[in-house]
């Protein structure tokens, strides 16, 4: 049996942290920022951790 192959687009946007938790980007970074305030803006600087729920997958996306 071949081994399964990690998935490359979800190497590249999540980072395995040292308590097990999953690093995550934020949304609405990349262009025309202007119309966002600033209150919004200054949010999406804080580290984003994927949800539980969501985890088990990611993990599996990117070990494998």
């Known amino acids: ?3 399964m192959k990690s998935v490359k687009g979800a190497v590249k ?4 942290k040292k ?3 999953i ?3 934020t949304a609405f970074r990349s262009h025309i ?5 600033a209150k919004t803006r200054r ?3 804080a580290p984003k ?3 539980a729920s969501d985890a088990k997958n990611v ?3 990117i070990v494998s």
């Open 1 to 3: 049996m071949p081994k």
């Open 13 to 16: 946007r999540f980072k395995v």
């Open 19 to 21: 308590n097990g938790q």
């Open 23 to 25: 690093k995550r980007g």
């Open 33 to 37: 920022l202007t119309k966002q305030d």
């Open 43 to 45: 949010k999406q600087h």
């Open 49 to 51: 951790v994927v949800a």
């Open 59 to 61: 993990k599996e996306m």
